[in-house]
């Protein structure tokens, strides 16, 4: 029994380990399968991890770069703010250390350049380029006041009413009305001055003064001697910026004028007038200010005088009276030349007088109208001075008239060039209305 239950005991024992032994084995395997998988898991993460490393450095170097161009732009806006910043700084410093005297001084220049360009006239919309007015050949009344004794009575003239006198102003003798009443001025003083001195065709040129910021400056022209002569009703009317024939509905004003009777600056004013049996044109400076077909009135002298007034710098000079001529084309059909007195200089120089536009315009526009035409410009003077100067002055004079008609579009093969000085007069030097005749230019045919 002992022996069948020890047989039993073995046997279960054999069972048991040989089932310990079977379970054993697949645990190994079941491990190993299990390592294996571990290792391959393991092996795999590594390379996922290794490929993320790699992912994550190339998108960092991507990010960096990105950054970078960023951090670099807000670097330079940094730097440029912070030197706004300084620069500005450094201003408001400066600012700050500036002295009062400083300041003022500025404040001062910035003060008289607003003045100046609120004072300075605007721009004219016309030019002497365009100034069209031709003065008479043959001069009958000139006073350019030489010889004439300051403080005493105009010696060419004839007193209408007032206190007139002569005096010096802006470098040149002029005629100074003192102090006139409703009716006054001068007249010229001529052999006969009750008869109707003023042919059919006449022009009158003077300069006049008119003041800075003076209400209603005015000069009168009146086409009659007020002492010897019956009234023409109508009279010419002239203020700073504008002229007016009559009343008010005849009346023109200085283009690109603000005001037409008062202004910011001090000025002469050249006035030239034209008259043709009725037609009478006004100019100021470079411009038409009139131009009336019909005056319905026969002018025979003249009289100058201003408004009312006990004081004020009320200032004439230049005053020249000529008869007109045929037209200068009609001339030089006839002679083989024209003669003209009214290209004007400067005393003693080639400086050509802004108011002799009007002949040099003529000349030019004669020579485009006409192709075929060529012209010897040829100065002249009066005998005042050294015969050798009055030569080399004619002939520097000349030469200005004809670079002016070159610079104005004439070919320069078109124009020669000469001056006669002194030697072949046209009238007496013993008169200004001689002298003035003397003192010419011609342009002759070649």
């Known amino acids: 029994m002992k022996k069948l239950i020890s047989i039993i005991s073995f046997l279960v024992m054999l069972s048991i380990s040989m089932s310990a032994q079977i379970n054993l084995d697949k645990v190994v395997k079941k491990s190993i399968k299990k390592a294996e998988r571990n290792v391959e898991n393991r092996v795999e993460r590594r390379i996922d991890k290794g490929v993320d490393n790699t992912l994550d450095k190339t998108e960092k170097g991507i990010d960096d770069a990105v950054k970078g ?15 706004d910043k300084k620069n500005s700084t450094k201003e408001d410093a400066e600012n ?5 005297d400083e300041t003022k001084t500025e404040e001062a220049a910035q003060n008289e350049s607003a003045d100046v360009q609120k004072e300075s006239k605007p721009a004219p919309t016309l030019t002497w380029a365009k100034y069209d007015f031709v003065p008479g050949t043959e001069i009958f009344f000139e006073d350019n006041h030489e010889g004439e004794q300051n403080g005493e009575f105009p010696s060419k003239w004839d007193l209408a009413g007032g206190v007139v006198e002569n005096a010096s102003f802006d470098g040149s003798n ?31 040129e003077f300069d006049c003064y008119f003041e800075q910021d003076v209400y209603s400056q005015r000069y009168y022209v009146s086409f009659y001697g007020i002492k010897k002569q019956k009234s023409v009703l109508k009279r010419l009317v002239l203020y700073t910026n504008q002229a007016q024939y009559g009343g008010t509905e005849i009346q023109g004003v200085y283009p690109g004028a603000a005001r037409s009777n008062i202004d910011k600056q001090a000025r002469w004013r050249h006035i030239a007038i034209s008259f043709n049996k009725r037609a009478l044109k006004v100019y100021m400076d470079d411009a038409r200010l009139l131009n009336i077909p019909n005056i319905e009135e026969n002018p025979t002298g003249l009289t100058l005088g201003t408004t009312s007034q006990k004081e004020g710098k009320y200032f004439i000079r230049n005053i020249r009276i000529a008869k007109g001529a045929v037209p200068l084309y009609d001339k030089f059909l006839t002679d083989g030349k024209f003669v003209t007195t009214g290209i004007k200089f400067d005393v ?13 315009n003529y000349v030019v526009k004669m020579m485009q109208d006409h192709p075929e035409l060529k012209f010897s410009v040829e100065g002249h003077t009066d005998s005042d001075g050294e015969e050798a100067a009055n030569q080399k002055l004619s002939e520097a004079r000349s030469k200005a008239v004809m670079d002016k008609m070159i ?11 000469k001056g006669h000085g002194e030697s072949k007069p046209m009238s007496g030097n013993d008169s200004p209305e001689g002298k003035a005749q003397n003192r010419r230019v011609e342009f002759v045919k070649f």
Request: net charge positive; no cysteine.
């Open 407 to 417: 610079e104005l579009g004439i070919a320069k093969d078109r124009l020669t060039s």
């Open 96 to 100: 700050v250390t500036k002295t009062k």
């Open 174 to 204: 002029v005629i100074y009305f003192r102090e006139i009443g409703n009716i006054g001025g001068i007249t010229p003083l001529l052999t006969d001055s009750k008869s109707d001195y003023l042919p059919d065709e006449f022009t009158i």
């Open 348 to 360: 003693n120089k080639a400086s050509i007088k802004a108011e002799s536009m009007g002949t040099i």
């Open 69 to 83: 161009d960023k951090d670099e732009e807000k670097d330079n806006k940094t730097k440029k703010k912070s030197a």
